[in-house]
Each structure stands twice: as C-alpha cells, then as structure tokens.
C-alpha cells in the first residue's frame, strides 16, 4: 500500500550520511528530522538562519522563538547555531550543503522542478527554493505522486513556473523510488512501496520512465 507521510520521510532519511550538511525543505521534509539514525551526526540547516535542527519538539518544549523557515518550532542539538539569513544563502549558493530535500507540486521526466507556486494563488514566495536546487550537491524530491484530484505530479513536462531545470536527482513518492539517470535524462524506477505493482506506479505516471533490473521493494 502507498506510503504515508511518516514513511516517506523515515525512507527519506535513509539517504543521510555521517557528516552530511543538509537543507529540509517544508512539508514532508521537515519530518525527516525526526528519522535521524542516532548513531550518526547530521547538521540540518534552514535558511532563515539556523544550523543544527534537531527533532520536533514536545509539548513542553517548544520555543517559540526557535523556528525552521516553514515557521514551525524546531529542537536544536548540542553545538547549534545562530546565524543572519545572508550568511544561510551564503552557505547555499557556495555549495557547502550536501543534500536538500525538498517538496514539488510537479516533476518532469527530465528532473525540473516546481515547488513554489500555483498561478492565481496566494504565496509567501520563492524562499530559498531556487537557491537550493541551483546551488545544493544533491536534490532529493519527496511527494504524493498524485495531486489530491488524482492527477499525475511525474509528468512529460512541468506546467506551473519552474524552480529549477534538469535539478532533481532522486524522486521518493508514495507509491515509489525514482532515480535519475544523467545520461537519458529519464528517472529509473528503483524501488515500489509495499504492494505496489509497476502498472499501479506506469496508471498514475504521465512521464517516460525506465525500470531498473534491480527493481526492489522499498524497506523501512
């Protein structure tokens, strides 16, 4: 059956390594905080400001003043800190993070990305978005692979403003784990949820996609 949003997040977090910089986008990414391995040392970095996330806190504990750049009130681990936004960006478009995981409302099969906006409809903004994609090492999409009327969010080519072309190299949905092959330009289907068949993921996919030989079932 289609993972949930906890699960996505928790598969998510399996592409952390010991060291690694990384930007949480909001939304289900913000959950992957929370599926950390304990063995491992991960610095979650927000750019509003703020390096070292950790986990959300509880009831008990929660700062107001200690957000994420989804406004929502984080946790820090021993050694965070405390930064201007500038010198977030800084660290973004230098390309000292290593990973971002990030939302979409829509993915092509070439690896474009929008994620900001839907004409016609009230935003805050780009936010660091566009910075992100252009200026992160490697960019993990985590989504639903469907919009809430059923319509395909993996498709031919994306129809709301882009955040970024030819940025996304590795897409984990609900139903799915996609990889991007650099040289066809086509996601390869790696992994499917519990089960989930290749024709449940090819019913609800417009894109062009390839299947790995490999092909597995996602493990969490």
């Known amino acids: 059956m289609p993972l949930d ?11 952390l390594r ?3 910089y990384v930007n949480l986008g909001i939304g289900i990414p913000t ?3 929370n599926y950390v391995p304990a063995d491992m040392t991960v610095w ?20 107001a003043d200690l957000i994420n ?19 977030s960006f800084g660290m973004i478009r230098g390309g000292h993070i290593d990973l971002a995981i990030l939302g979409a409302m829509e993915v092509s099969q070439e690896g474009d990305l929008a994620n900001w906006m839907i004409p016609g409809k009230l935003v ?13 090492k490697r960019r993990i999409v985590v989504m639903d692979h469907a919009n809430k009327r059923g319509d395909a969010k993996v498709i031919p ?20 784990v996609m990889l991007m092959d650099e ?19 090819r019913s609800r996919t417009t894109a062009d996609f390839r299947i790995s030989p490999n092909l597995s079932e996602i493990q969490l």
């Open 183 to 201: 040289t066809s330009r086509r996601f390869v289907l790696m992994e499917v949820a519990p089960g989930v068949s290749v024709d449940d993921v």
């Open 18 to 20: 010991d060291g690694f």
């Open 124 to 136: 805050k903004g780009m936010g660091g978005a566009m910075d992100l994609v252009a200026g992160v």
């Open 69 to 87: 750049a989804g406004k929502q009130t984080v946790t820090g681990v021993p050694g965070h800190s405390f930064f201007s936004s500038a010198d």
């Open 157 to 176: 080519a994306c129809t709301l403003p882009l955040t970024g072309k030819h940025c996304v190299d590795m897409l984990i949905t609900d139903l799915c």
């Open 5 to 15: 949003r906890n699960q996505l997040a928790k598969r998510a977090a399996q592409e």
């Open 31 to 33: 959950l992957v905080a």
């Open 44 to 63: 979650l970095q927000s750019e509003n400001g703020l390096l070292g996330m950790g986990a959300f806190p509880t009831e008990d504990a929660v700062d």
